[in-house]
């Protein structure tokens, strides 16, 4: 079965945004389609959801490609919603939803799926050849309704799909929105009844719901779990987000910068459900979303009264219904998440909230299954959950708790959350470059690489200033190899000692556990302690000493018989560092090897791309690396050419242009690897703009380095900011929200001294 | 001249003195390709250096960092070093860097090799 429908004849039925604009979950819609092909007859798919991952117009969306495929499968899309006040009437709903979706599929009307209509009303909607067993059915049910069997009823109800006779088709039920259906009034506990009717019945089902909770009634119900399929439905990854918010965005016709969508990316964590209410918010507010500053303000908005307001007011009511208790959970939840001490014991939460034992077993499970808190039963810990409920949580506990005035909190929270957003963006950016690094140990796979990629000194021998090209063909002559182990498990290691988050950054430092020759056997087994030390010059004898004690040390402390430690350095390591390094056998690479190492697991590619200028001004775009600086200079120079600039001054601001290129490429862990140029020609001045996303570095918040106290070598890589600051007229920091932006000018004539 | 690592690295040795050529932009790459070569001259036995910027359009402060570290590691051989036809762009640079204290600026080859030759011939005087 193909999830392909021909575009032009494609009816939209249930989904609220055209196919072409669903995005991010194309993986889990095609595993949805599979779930209803004929071999997966009888087979259940648990659709275990992330909390505001989003499922909703997935199930929408797999409901209208069945629904136009015009297969034997007929797609029943349910959703129990907050409106249903108890497990019957819930099951009703269905029913009726049921013999709508069913009729609507028969008569190939798609209108009837969404049309309010009664029992009654679509028995005469019924096609001819179904009408003799949907009367049957209605008039069971309306014998059952007014039994006192409720269990009963609703049994009968959620069972209705396979009642459909042979012949007539294969209903495929997609069930939404089960996480309410635990806390419905009355005896019967829906959840378990559906995932007990369902497991039982002869049709194909997908039930969606929050991860913690469904699997749990899953048990319950005792569901034969060779007949159940999981799905995991997690929150989007950065690229599937970005396309999200910029459709979302273009939909809602809200105005974004590329700049707000990443915010937006990080900030909600790529979850589809806070991007949409966001992008909705901004639409209804009319507010473009170009800066941080819009962001943020939208955002303060939302916590204090919008869509996101209300979700978390929503659910806190739900947790805890008594507004007493509300208070005391506001007040607790935030200060254990806010507090050093994050966990608890069980009986502190109950003597703090003044609840019995299984008031707050109720509560701490609903706080559970939306992953605010991780309960065990008996301990409690708590600050999980998004960003977005944390900031919830700090107001109302400000506004609530402290009674402190509102604008004040509305100020600090708008400054809290701008001074935030760089720190967001960096985060995620060094993620990136430190991906490097755990993504290639995650890959070791008993490949056979060069021994000299592991040996700086070595490398640097023979390969120091040669062309890459070069360096390619001699490591494929290389005769010495280093088979690489299978890498089994890899975590940071602050994930065994949590002080070495204050040593370096978590992804810095890495311990994999691995197998040589990918044999699982005590003798085979290596464990690997990498770290990759920050350094813009060759590590010295002192701190490779140090990190070499320091891996060792932890690998006796967690009692690994055999390891390997690895200390990767941006520019490799001093000649006495190496010797040590030699004697007690640590490898080491600087970030060129780790580089070729990559290259030789897996190729990467380059991009380019150049934008087009507008009258007076040249926008340009060059890939960082590669000496592209040269063609951002020799650019600038046949601008600067045509305003008649004297050779002298020419050669200044092409050497100043790649200064600030050297600097962008340098230091801004730029998740695009670009360098952005703008050319402004000016009757008497050419203004040079170079910016590039990603970190601030330190030393270029506008002022000189105060490299003069540093050693010589380092004081020399300092040198660009002063050189452009000499050759240039002017030279200053422009303010932006992601990255740096360097404007430089020159003036056609010599500035007149101030005594002129 | 140094072929070892791929593109070349213009050289050629006038009695104990070598001269590298430069290329068109001196940069990390080919300022460490200079680096190595002028090592490599220094251990052959080489007593002073002419690095030749006549090709030299364009030099960043890698470069420049590169030929400071050059200096220093001719300074720690004993041997001299002179460069030969740096445009005034660089030499310019050079200045605002503080390169031009350490090192003789010649006008050509020739003249670099003249002053270098001056200085190893010229008569201990007690």
Known sequence: ?756 | MDTSNGKVVRSHCVGTTAVVYASDYLNKLTGEKIEHECRRQLNCGCRALVIDFSDTKLVNSIGVSILLGIIDVAEKCGARIAFSEVNNETVQLFEMLGLTRHVVLAKDEREALMNLSHYETAPIVH
């Open chain 1, 1 to 756: 079965m193909s999830s392909r429908s021909p575009s032009e004849n494609f009816r939209r039925i249930l989904g609220r945004v055209v196919q072409q604009d669903f995005v991010g979950r194309a993986g889990e819609l095609e595993r949805i389609m599979v779930q209803a092909e004929p071999a997966n007859a009888g087979r259940g798919l648990l659709l275990l959801m992330e909390p505001s991952a989003g499922v909703s117009e997935l199930l929408r969306q797999a409901y209208d490609q069945l629904f136009n495929l015009r297969s034997d499968v007929i797609p029943i899309y349910f959703a129990i919603t907050p409106h249903e006040t108890t497990a019957v009437s819930a099951a009703i709903e269905f029913l009726n939803t049921f013999v709508q979706q069913y009729i609507a599929f028969r008569r190939n009307e798609p209108v009837v799926s969404n049309a309010p209509l009664t029992l009654q009303e679509l028995l005469e909607l019924a096609p001819p050849a179904d009408l003799e067993w949907i009367e049957q059915l209605v008039e069971s049910y309306n014998r059952l309704r007014f039994g006192n069997d409720d269990k009963a009823l609703v049994r009968f109800c959620l069972g209705a799909p396979q009642r459909i006779p042979s012949g007539r088709g294969r209903a495929f039920v997609m069930l939404d929105g089960s996480q309410l259906a635990e806390y419905l009034n009355g005896a019967v506990v829906l959840g378990t009844e559906i995932l007990r009717v369902f497991g039982r019945g002869s049709f194909s089902f997908v039930v969606a719901g929050l991860r913690r909770q469904i699997l749990e009634a899953a048990h319950d119900a005792k569901c034969d779990f060779e007949l159940l399929d999981t799905l995991r439905l997690e929150q989007l990854d950065t690229a599937e987000a970005a396309k999200l918010v910029e459709h979302v965005a273009r939909r809602q016709q809200v105005a974004t910068s590329e700049i707000a969508r990443d915010l937006l990316v990080q900030q909600f964590a790529g979850s589809p459900f806070f991007i949409n209410i966001f992008l909705q918010a901004a639409r209804e507010k009319h507010a473009s979303l170009i800066s941080y500053v819009d962001c943020e303000r939208l955002y303060v908005d939302e916590l204090f009264g919008g869509h996101i307001h209300r979700h978390f007011a929503d659910l806190l009511e739900e947790i805890s219904p008594r507004l007493d208790t509300r208070h005391l959970l506001i007040r607790l939840l935030w200060e254990a998440a806010a507090g050093e001490d994050q966990v608890s014991s069980f009986e502190v939460w109950r003597k703090r909230l003044h609840m019995t034992a299984s008031e707050l077993e109720d509560v701490l499970h609903r706080l559970h299954v939306q992953e605010f808190v991780n309960w065990s039963g008996v301990i409690v810990e708590a600050g999980a959950g998004p960003q977005a409920w944390k900031d919830y949580l700090k107001i109302r506990y400000r506004l609530d708790v402290l009674n402190e005035p509102r604008a004040l909190v509305v100020a600090d929270m708008l400054a809290d959350s701008l001074k935030r957003a760089p720190h967001t963006m960096a985060r995620h950016y060094k993620q990136i470059a430190d991906a490097g690094l755990r993504d290639l140990i995650s890959r070791f796979n008993t490949h056979r690489v060069p021994t000299v990629l592991f040996d700086y000194q070595s490398f640097t021998n023979k390969y120091k200033g040669a062309e890459s090209d070069a360096v390619i063909s001699g490591l494929a002559a290389e005769t010495e190899f280093f088979k690489l182990p299978q890498t089994i498990h890899l975590a940071s290691c602050a994930a065994f000692f949590s002080e070495m988050r204050q040593i370096c950054e978590e992804d810095h430092c890495l311990i994999a556990h691995t197998f040589e020759e990918g044999s699982y056997s005590d003798a085979q087994q290596v464990i690997w302690l990498a770290a990759d030390i920050k350094s813009k010059l060759e590590v010295d004898l002192e701190v490779t000493r140090a990190w070499c004690d320091r891996l060792e040390n932890m690998a006796q402390r967690l009692g690994f018989t055999r390891f390997q430690i690895w200390l990767i350095s941006n520019e490799g390591f001093s000649e006495e560092a190496d010797k040590l390094l030699q004697r007690r056998r640590v490898f080491n690479s600087n970030r060129q090897q780790l580089g070729l190492l990559a290259a030789r697991i897996s190729e990467t590619v380059a991009t380019e791309v150049v934008e087009t200028s507008e009258r007076d001004e040249f926008l340009m775009v060059v890939p960082m690396g590669e000496d592209n600086e040269l063609i951002a200079a020799n650019t600038a120079e046949q601008i600067a050419k045509r305003l008649s600039f004297r050779p002298e001054a020419i050669n200044q601001i092409k050497t100043a242009i790649v200064e600030a290129c050297i600097n962008a490429s340098e230091h801004s862990f730029s998740p695009d690897r670009k360098i952005y140029q703008r050319f402004r020609v000016e009757s008497d001045r050419l203004v040079v703009t170079i910016s590039s996303r990603g970190i601030v570095p330190a030393n270029l918040n506008g002022a000189n380095s105060g490299s003069e106290t540093k050693q010589a070598a380092e004081e020399r890589r300092g040198w660009g900011l002063k050189l452009i600051r000499t050759l240039m007229d002017e030279v200053e920091f422009e303010r932006v929200d992601d990255g740096t932006s360097l404007r430089m000018t020159k003036y056609l004539r010599p500035q007149k001294s101030a005594n002129e």
